[in-house]
Antibody, heavy 115, light 110 residues
Framework: EVQLVESGGGLVQPGGSLRLSCAASGFTFSSYWMTWVRQAPGKGLEWVANIKQDGSEKYYVDSVKGRFTISRDNAKNSLYLQMNSLRAEDTAVYYC????????WGQGTLVTVSS | QSALTQPASVSGSPGQSITISCTGTSSDVGGYNYVSWYQQHPGKAPKLMIYDVSKRPSGVSNRFSGSKSGNTASLTISGLQAEDEADYYCCSYAGSSTRVFGGGTKLTVL
């Protein structure tokens, strides 16, 4: 059974940093692109970033370029999102998803940016 | 990277059919046959309902169907049921390995 479990969310002050993790199981993690998607409270889904199987290609939505970094550790079956210079508008539930049409999603982890 | 355009809300009675539109540009919806649709119930993760414009994952009811014409994709739900009440999001490949979602549509089953 495919499972994706996010962790690392929490309350952080504006300008602060946070690192999200996504633990994958039930499939060959190193064979798939992976994606982060976020959803602000009461708002819609927003694609944030994705990463190729070997980590050699990474893409970001314009609003997080230069602040967020996606990475992965295939030996640990884990996906990460390093978030720096956080802003109030980054407040959201962050989901990781397997990118083959995003059929599999985690349960999400809430990031709150507030003073 | 502008969001795709969806109606904010649609409604229908049980047994009826509804269609949700998703309008983009030639750089996303119109340029690729990679449109997917997601159903999201409150407090839950999104669920894939349609991929590659019109393909259904195993386990998804055949009451759900997808199509595309030009820069607009559509999700049709036939034989509406109470459990179909949810938010629905379209998503398109937008080139350079990026994706873009629609703003979401709230479906109310009357």
């Amino acid at each position: 059974e495919v499972q994706l479990v996010e962790s690392g969310g929490g309350l952080v002050q504006p300008g602060g940093s946070l690192r999200l993790s996504c633990a994958a199981s039930g499939f060959t993690f190193s064979s798939y692109w992976m994606t982060w998607v976020r959803q602000a409270p009461g708002k819609g889904l927003e694609w944030v970033a994705n990463i190729k199987q070997d980590g050699s290609e990474k893409y970001y939505v314009d609003s997080v370029k230069g602040r967020f970094t996606i990475s992965r550790d295939n030996a640990k079956n884990s996906l990460y999102l390093q978030m720096n210079s956080l802003r109030a508008e980054d407040t959201a539930v962050y989901y990781c998803a397997r990118e083959d049409d995003m059929k599999y999603w985690g349960q999400g982890t809430l990031v709150t940016v507030s003073s | 990277q502008s969001a795709l355009t969806q109606p904010a809300s649609v409604s229908g009675s049980p047994g009826q059919s509804i269609t949700i539109s998703c309008t983009g540009t030639s750089s996303d919806v119109g340029g690729y046959n990679y449109v997917s649709w997601y159903q999201q119930h409150p407090g839950k993760a999104p669920k894939l309902m349609i991929y590659d414009v019109s393909k259904r994952p195993s386990g998804v009811s055949n009451r759900f169907s997808g199509s595309k014409s030009g820069n607009t994709a559509s999700l049709t739900i036939s034989g509406l049921q109470a459990e179909d009440e949810a938010d629905y999001y379209c998503c398109s490949y937008a080139g350079s390995s990026t994706r873009v979602f629609g703003g979401g549509t709230k479906l109310t089953v009357l």
